[in-house]
């Protein structure tokens, strides 16, 4: 039903344009058609031409489970007040003053693509880099895909202590038959197939109770077909203080797993995983010629407050790749306001600032924090806050005559713009399905735009 002081009907919908199809934007889509005091119609719009955003681009490729989410995420682009515009890009294809005419609304899901930086010398050397672009490239990301990417370390080490740091750790060290499992990508595959890697180190500047990976992923190490974890006693030891103030279950358990590491007998394995802590990366040693030739780091003590202090004491770790895996960051829009300190869309509980009738979900409202569900909640609130401007007409409609579907679609063919819709991803999807099926593995990838929209429905 329709409040009396919304403009809205279901002869002229509340419109809707969601930027990025992400988890954040499916379930902002997912919120806006749930609920029933308003009709809506929701355009999901993406640069890429595939959907789902970080579960097909950052989740791990072989968390095959965590990538089910997909299935939620089918019907709500399924529905027929959804539409998903892919390969159109926001602030070329579609400028904000051209979304401002066609929609009533705009909500940003674009999430944190980028990443924070060590800061330390050495960091633009050739085997540095971030976890952000090895995972992109591992999982098929069209912008990371055409990468000339050679594994030709022996030792690699990965700074940070999250889940992206031990997915990348895992990936480096797992058997070709492991990965074959998962649905990498091929080139990845056979990169990773022909390297030489023996030793990962994983570093985190504080001890193992301020981790914040998951319990889950710490255990995979111990489970590596040709892969012993490594933990030094020392560096696992927690004050009996600090550990019986510890209220947080998963850390408990995290620590457990780590002093069962630290007491194993390496079975001889041919990779080994270093789980260190106490260490900060301090300089990217340089061979000369522009490569990594080693990771200087000094040992850390925790002071009263936690926070690690260094002890002047150093070691150099045999290594020529480094991966930063310390934080993502949000990249501002083309004329949405962003905050360069945070990395966030300036926003009230979602509401852009000063801006009415545009809203924020996601990692770029928050910050990068939680797991895929937290994006949930997080885009359901900000939803309802929507829901209740538009039915107490709190901002300005778009023009009825702009404000279609079909004003839309002319216009980005007025530019040209090659539209993928989720009709044409469906096509791409059992394609990928099936190839892989004929390789005994889950999916097999397209990487490349081009090959991408190629794979288009019938007309």
Do not use: C
Not at 121 to 145: I, K, Q
Not at 240 to 267: G, H, I, Q, S
Not at 320 to 347: C, H, K, T, W
């Amino acid at each position: 039903m329709t409040t009396s002081s919304s403009p809205f009907s279901p002869e002229r919908p509340l419109r809707v344009a969601v930027i990025g199809s992400g988890p954040s934007g499916i379930y902002a889509a997912e919120a806006l058609t749930k609920q029933t005091a308003l009709p809506v119609e929701v355009d999901v719009f993406d640069r890429l031409p595939t959907p789902y955003g970080l579960v097909r681009y950052g989740v791990a490729p072989d968390h095959l489970t965590i990538k089910s989410v997909t299935k939620g995420f089918e019907k709500t682009l399924s529905d027929p007040r959804v539409r998903f515009l892919g390969n159109v890009e926001f602030g070329t294809d579609l400028t904000y003053e051209e979304a401002r005419e066609h929609y009533d609304a705009l909500v940003y899901t674009v999430g944190a693509s980028s990443d924070r930086r060590l800061g330390i010398p050495g960091e633009d050397l050739h085997g540095s880099m971030s976890a952000t672009e090895f995972v992109a490239w591992y999982n098929g990301h069209p912008d990371a895909a055409a990468r000339e990417l050679v594994l030709n370390a022996t030792g690699v080490a990965v700074v940070g202590v999250g889940n992206v740091a031990l997915d990348v750790s895992r990936i480096l060290s797992k058997t070709v038959a492991e990965l074959r499992e998962s649905d990498i990508a091929e080139h990845a595959l056979s990169a990773l197939e022909r390297s030489p890697v023996q030793d990962v180190w994983v570093l985190g500047r504080r001890g193992p109770a301020q981790a914040t990976f998951t319990t889950k992923e710490l255990r995979e190490f111990g489970e590596l077909a040709g892969a012993d974890p490594i933990v030094k006693p020392a560096e696992v030891q927690v004050d009996e203080a600090a550990e019986a103030a510890l209220t947080d279950n998963v850390k408990r358990k995290n620590l457990e797993v780590l002093r069962d590491f630290a007491v194993r007998t390496p079975e001889g394995k041919e990779r080994r995983i270093h789980l260190r802590f106490l260490v900060s990366p301090v300089e990217i040693l340089d061979d000369g010629e522009g490569n990594v030739a080693g990771l200087r780091v000094e040992r850390n003590r925790l002071d009263e407050n936690g926070n690690a202090v260094g002890t002047g004491e150093y070691e150099t770790l045999p290594v020529q790749m480094v991966l930063r895996s310390i934080g993502y960051r949000g990249v501002a829009l083309p004329g949405v306001p962003f905050d360069e300190r945070r990395g966030v869309i300036p926003n009230e509980g979602g509401r852009v600032e000063g801006r009415p009738g545009e809203y924020t979900a996601g990692w770029i409202k928050r910050g990068p924090s939680g797991v895929i569900g937290t994006n949930k909640k997080d885009a359901v609130d900000t939803v309802a806050g929507l829901l209740a401007d538009a039915g107490a007409g709190a901002f300005p409609a778009a023009p009825d005559g702009e404000a279609t579907r079909a004003a839309v679609d002319a216009r980005l063919a007025r530019k040209g713009v090659d539209v993928y819709t989720f009709e044409d991803w469906q096509v791409l999807d059992a394609h990928e399905l099936a190839q892989g099926q004929g390789q005994g593995r889950p999916r097999a990838k397209v990487v490349h735009k081009r090959e991408m929209l190629t794979h288009r429905r019938k007309a």
